[in-house]
Structure formats: structure tokens, C-alpha cells
């Protein structure tokens, strides 16, 4: 019975191949159990990351992803530093309190130097107020220690998924793209102090009920202090496009979802728990949905409007034609409905990640 999984202390990973699977009542009684969960832990406050994708240049060629570096039907860009200070002032006027400056991977001397800059920058600009979060892909000891020391102290690097059989069928089999790689980055970034967040994409082709239950084991054998996690959706300029058949309908990758959201917040009840934008690709309340259980962060896009066409990660990825203030109205408004308040002017910390740290 559903209900007596629940009342388990631990869940293992038959259980969670189990509660996967649910549907109706016992969905219910999941989802009702995980904002439970959330109102005790965290409590229904929702917490806004700036999120700024500042550049689409990527040198990786993920299976998955629209802007691979093969994929050469878009534009390219890299948005100058006074542009991207500019979103990081309207997040810090609108008290925002936290911003993510996300970008394809790339890795050279040039790179770096131009994220520590941007970084020092964007302190300066707004009084060293605000939490800078960075998602810039795999990069070396160094170039993480030199970002923390500008003042980055939380990362969002996705494992994608933990089952590096499967890892390796969406990436290429070459030196850039390697599972143990990415394990690697993620303890370099926890030891370097880094709030480290990680996430995997859920219904993707291959993928098991097994990977997923192994998936949510890992967060939390790993520590993570936060997820961002959401729907695969296929794109039609990526390899992975070939298997679209094998995947389960949209409406099943959304369910699945949110009971991983559900799950995670039951096993880690403190981290914090992105509403990923790719839920809001497949379903139009879908954040809102992530956010009733167990969901905790969303991230409004602020990046300037000429750019947000060519950051195409998969097809249907909203706000491409908002503002900054629409994207802000919007998710107000989202977020009311789910019974949550925003916490504006709050960092939001990962409660999880300061009880590690004895803060
Ligand atoms: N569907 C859903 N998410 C995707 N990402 C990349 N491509 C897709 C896709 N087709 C996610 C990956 C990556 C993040 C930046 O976007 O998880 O880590
Ligand atoms: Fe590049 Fe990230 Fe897309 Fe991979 S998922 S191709 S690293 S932007
Ligand atoms: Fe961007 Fe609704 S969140 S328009």
C-alpha cells in the first residue's frame, strides 16, 4: 500500500520504482504527503533567481540539447557586460535578492577571465547584495576557485543522469563529455564551498523507472543542496530527435515530473527545489504545479528580450517573447495561485546547505 510506503523512514529504491508509477488516489496521497512536507520544512514560500543566459555559445555537443555546437541553424551570442549588469540591476531593484548567470561551456584563459570580471562587476553594480549563482558546465580547480573568490557561492551543474550506461548514450564518447568528469566537478565544487546544485532530465529515451529512483538515491548519497530538474523535450536539431518515437507522451514526462519533485522533497526536505521552465513547455500552469509539491525556487528569465529566441534548449520553451517585467507579473501571479508567498529580498539559502555547514 501507497500509504504505508509513506509512513516508511526511509524510502529505498523499490519504493521509489513504486511511488513512480502511482496514479490517481495514490498520486494524490503523494503529492498531498510532499506539500506537507514542504509547509513543515521550508515552508510555502517561494524564493526568485534572476536567471540570465548570457551567452549560447557552446563548445559540447550533448545529444540532447538545441544549442550543441553542431547546430548551426541559429545565432550565436554573447551578451556584452553593461547588458547583462543591466538585467543584474533590475533583479537587484526589484529585490530579486539572487541571480544565475547561465551560458553554453566553454573553456579557455579568455572565458574565465571574463566571468570574474562579470562577476566583480555585478557585486559593485548592486552593492554586493545580491547571491550570484553560476552555470557554465565542467570547468577546471582553479577557474571554480578564482569564480567562488569573485564572489559566486552557489553552482548548478546537472548530472544529467546517474547512470553513466546511460549518460553515455546522450553524449558523445570523446574526452569532453565524461560521466566521471562531471562526478569530479560536482566534489570539486562541494569542497570548494560552492552551494551545490545538480538535477537530471526526466523521461529521457533509455531511461528506466530504475534510473530515476537511482537518480534521486544519488542527490542525496551525494549531499546536494539543490535540484533543478525537469521534463526531457525533444528537439528537432539534435541526434536524440531520431528516438522521439520511443518516448513516453508529454503528458507522462510532466506526471513523472512532478512526483520526482514530490519524491525529492520527501527524501531531502530541506534543499531547495526548482520549478524547472521545461514543465511550463509541456504544460501551462506546470510550475505552478511543481511549486504545490514541493517545488521551493522558480527562476524568472531576465535575460534581454532580442537574445531569449536563440537559447533553445528544447522546443515550446516559454517567455521567449517576454520582458524581464512580464516574466515578473506572470510568475506573481503563478505563484499566488499556488497558495505560496515570494520571499522577496531573501536569499533564500539552501536550508540544507547551511544546517551542513553548522550556519
Ligand atoms: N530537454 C530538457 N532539458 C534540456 N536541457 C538541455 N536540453 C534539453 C532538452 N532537450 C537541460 C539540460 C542542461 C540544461 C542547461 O538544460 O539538463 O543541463
Ligand atoms: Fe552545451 Fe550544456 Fe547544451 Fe551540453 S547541455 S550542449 S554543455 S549548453
Ligand atoms: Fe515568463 Fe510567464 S514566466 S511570461
New binding site residues.
Partial sequence: MVSDILKKNILNKEDLVILLQVNAEEKTLLFEHAAEIKKKTVGNIVYFRGLIEFSNI?A???F??G???ENRNFNRYNIDDEHIVNSARFAYENKFASLVLQS??LSSQKFTRRVTRLLEKIHKETNNELRLTLSC?EQSEETYKEWFNAGAHRYLLRIESSNPELYIKLHPNDKNHRFEKRLECLNILQNAGYQTGTGVMIGLPFQTMEDLANDLLFMKNYKIDMVGMGPYIEHSDTPLWNYRHTLLPLAERFQLSLKMIALLRILMPEINIASATALQAIDKLGREKALKVGANVIMPNITPGQYRNDYH?YQNKPCTDDSAEDCKTCLEARVALAGNTIGYSSWGDSKFFLNRNNI
Avoid: S
Fill in positions: 557552446c559540447k555537443n550533448c540532447y540539447c544549442i550543441r555546437h553554453g561551456e558546465g534548449l
